[in-house]
Every structure is written in C-alpha cells, then in structure tokens.
C-alpha cells in the first residue's frame, strides 16, 4: 500500500495544530503509520515542518485566489479572504508559532508572494480613502495574520464559535484600519 503523503501532512496539520509540542511518535500514530515509516518520508521534525510550510503556503495562495482581492471594495476583498483562509487557520497558527521558518535564509520564498497579494489589497485600499494610510500595507498585513492566529487558536480551544471566525477577524483589523473622516 502506497504511502498517501498528502493525508499524513494533514493527519499531522491537525494534531499539531491542537497540540504544537506533539512528538513524532504520535505524528506518526495520527496519520496510523509507524514512526519508521513516517521516518523514511519526514527525516525529522524540521523537514515535517518545512513540508507542512509548503503545505500552508498551497493551501493560503489558493485561499488568495479563491478571494478576487482585485474585486470590488478592498474592505469586502479582506472579508472574502479571511472567509477563505478560515479552513487553513489553524494550521497557519501552528506555522505562526514555528520560529525556524522565519530565521535564516531558508525562509520560503511563497510567505513573501502571500504578503506583496495581501499587501496590495490594503495599498488598494488606502489609494481609494478607504483605509487609513498611517498604518503601512506590510502592518496591516501582519496584523491580518496575526488575529488568524488569534483567532484560530480560540476557536480551537473552544473559545470561539468556528462561524463566528470571519466577522471576528474581519470586523476587528477593518475596525482599526478604516480611515475616519476627521471632525
């Protein structure tokens, strides 16, 4: 029977995404295979993780794509993405928390193509007076991530509502980057 690699990744995604501190042995265990053998394809945890990284980076360009940010109002674009990021959420927190993926030159080329596509929808927005422009377009970008984080991690916990992920993440970052008329 011929390994399903696909269905390990996101046999480990999920138990890492609830546990981040989880052993190979019950990486292994979840995907319902040896540690052997998750061995011979996964020579560690880096290279899990660095798979998993390609992994998140699939599953937010296509999240991206499925988004339209070049459509309509970017306030509406931002709402559509995080509605269609929402699926990778938690494994984008487990990713956030990964302190070798931003170190170094080994840092995946794909996080800076997703950072110039969401950077763009936030410059989009400042150009049309829709967002405010003393916060910079690579600030809001984080600032997106970050509550995803956030946002995944209370939903996991059982803190948050799953359906109420879009509107929290959304509302909250557009609440502090829409540009206010001035009195």
């Known amino acids: 029977m011929a390994l399903d690699r696909d269905q390990v990744l996101r046999s480990a995604a999920a138990l890492l995404t609830r546990k981040s501190t989880a052993t190979m042995d019950e990486v292994a265990k979840a995907a319902g295979i040896s540690r052997a053998t998750l061995h011979r394809h996964f020579a560690g ?20 794509d499925r988004a339209r940010l070049d459509e309509g109002p970017a306030s509406e674009a931002v709402r ?9 959420a938690g494994l984008l927190a487990f990713l956030y928390g990964e302190s070798q993926l931003w170190e170094g030159e080994r840092q995946n080329d794909g996080w800076l193509r ?31 991530y970050g509550l995803i984080a956030s946002c995944a991690w209370a939903t996991l916990d059982g803190r948050v509502a799953g359906r109420d992920f879009p509107t929290m993440v959304a509302e909250l970052l557009l609440g502090g980057a829409v540009r206010r008329e001035e009195s």
């Open 114 to 144: 997703l950072d110039t596509r969401i950077g763009a929808v936030f410059q989009r927005g400042q150009q049309a007076g829709e967002f405010r422009i003393d916060l910079t377009p690579v600030w809001l970008t984080e600032a997106l």
């Open 80 to 88: 559509r993405l995080v509605r269609e990021i929402q699926s990778a």
């Open 45 to 64: 945890r880096d290279a899990l993780v660095r798979a998993l990284e390609a992994l998140g980076i699939e599953e937010c360009e296509a999240a991206v």
